[in-house]
């Protein structure tokens, strides 16, 4: 079994940073391929940022390009998220998830293809 626990989230002021961290525990991921969605109030679950196995391919959310940067650590069992130029509208609750299958762009992109997910860190920004 793996859990995965996200920290990083909490209140920035529009047109700051934030960097949430995942950490997984029960196995090794270093062959899942990770990624991050978020969830705003009365809004369905929705794709941020993917990874894959060793950070050689990954993919964004049109409206995070260039301001996201997703990584990882493999020896810490970790991945990150980098967000900068926040602004109101990506105040959401954030998830790490993890999945089995190997890289592909649209597994990567879709809720389902998730296996395991972590609890999820609020991340709020004002205006």
């Known amino acids: 079994q793996v859990q995965l626990v996200e920290s990083g989230g909490g209140l920035v002021q529009a047109g700051g940073s934030l960097r949430l961290s995942c950490a997984a525990s029960?196995?090794?991921?270093?062959?899942?391929?990770m990624g991050w969605f978020r969830q705003a109030p009365g809004k369905e679950r929705t794709f941020v940022s993917a990874?894959?196995?060793?950070?050689?391919?990954?993919a964004y959310a049109d409206s995070m390009k260039g301001r996201f940067t997703i990584s990882r650590d493999n020896a810490k069992n970790t991945v990150y998220l980098q967000m900068n130029s926040l602004s109101p509208e990506d105040t959401a609750v954030y998830y790490c998830?993890?999945?089995?299958?190997?890289?592909?762009?649209?597994?990567?992109?879709?809720?389902?293809?998730?296996?395991?997910w972590g609890q999820g860190t609020q991340v709020t920004v004002s205006s």
């Open positions: 998830a993890a999945t089995s299958r190997g890289w592909n762009s649209i597994v990567a992109v879709t809720t389902a293809s998730y296996d395991y």
């Open positions: 029960g196995r090794a991921l270093s062959t899942n391929t």
């Open positions: 990874i894959s196995w060793n950070g050689g391919r990954t």
